[in-house]
């Protein structure tokens, strides 16, 4: 046992060069046939958004996923188009992605067009997806993927290609 986890019996080459080897029984798919980002956006200042929570990065701890405080579009004075988000999607900031930010969403709200909803469309945990994200190999590859240099921005082209393993085990541990 190496830390607070234990070896698996046996591996297999994941098929992917930066993943290297994974547990045997681990499946491993591509990021966009587990999830699905979502696309278009609603007017903020529509009055039945206003009073809705509109999270943004600010709103999120580093390196955590830790939500750090819920305002309403109106108390933001958001003016322009946001991401409709749903109770239990993954909320990522595609802006600066060494600063890892990212949260589950604890209720429909909308987002900042600087994150993507994220949500699980198949054969995958939504905990488990979150703390992979969380992962120093995601931020690393994402960090890479990213495409400017002045303000680094994930393009959501370019996180459909990542790949994501997964075992029920992992998603249970707490």
Same mark, same amino acid.
């Given at each position: 046992?190496?830390?607070?986890?234990?070896?698996?019996?046996?591996?297999?080459?994941?098929?992917?060069?930066?993943?290297?080897?994974?547990?045997?029984?681990?499946?491993?798919?591509?990021?966009?046939?587990?999830?699905?980002?979502?696309?278009?956006?609603?007017?903020?200042?529509?009055?039945?958004?206003?009073?809705?929570?509109?999270?943004?990065?600010?709103?999120?701890?580093?390196?955590?996923?830790?939500?750090?405080?819920?305002?309403?579009?109106?108390?933001?004075?958001?003016?322009?188009?946001?991401?409709?988000?749903?109770?239990?999607?993954?909320?990522?900031?595609?802006? &600066?992605? =060494?600063?890892? /930010?990212?949260?589950? *969403?604890?209720?429909?709200?909308? !987002?900042?067009?600087?994150?993507?909803?994220?949500?699980?469309?198949?054969?995958?945990?939504?905990?488990?997806?979150?703390?992979?994200?969380?992962?120093?190999?995601?931020?690393?590859?994402?960090?890479?993927?990213?495409? &400017?240099? =002045?303000?680094? /921005?994930?393009?959501? *082209?370019?996180?459909?290609?990542? !790949?994501?393993?997964?075992?029920?085990?992992?998603?249970?541990?707490?």
């Amino acid at each position: 046992m190496t830390g607070r986890y234990r070896a698996y019996p046996e591996y297999k080459d994941s098929g992917v060069e930066w993943l290297g080897e994974v547990p045997a029984r681990w499946e491993v798919r591509k990021f966009k046939h587990c999830c699905f980002i979502s696309e278009g956006q609603v007017d903020p200042e529509e009055k039945k958004y206003q009073e809705w929570p509109l999270i943004a990065p600010n709103h999120i701890e580093s390196g955590t996923g830790r939500l750090l405080q819920i305002e309403s579009a109106w108390d933001q004075g958001a003016i322009s188009g946001k991401y409709l988000v749903y109770a239990g999607e993954i909320i990522y900031s595609k802006i &600066r992605p =060494a600063l890892n /930010k990212l949260c589950v *969403s604890p209720e429909d709200c909308l !987002c900042s067009a600087d994150m993507y909803p994220v949500r699980v469309i198949a054969h995958l945990e939504l905990r488990f997806l979150f703390y992979f994200m969380l992962s120093d190999l995601f931020v690393l590859r994402m960090t890479n993927e990213s495409m &400017r240099v =002045a303000m680094p /921005k994930v393009a959501q *082209s370019r996180m459909g290609r990542r !790949c994501i393993h997964h075992d029920r085990e992992i998603s249970s541990v707490s």
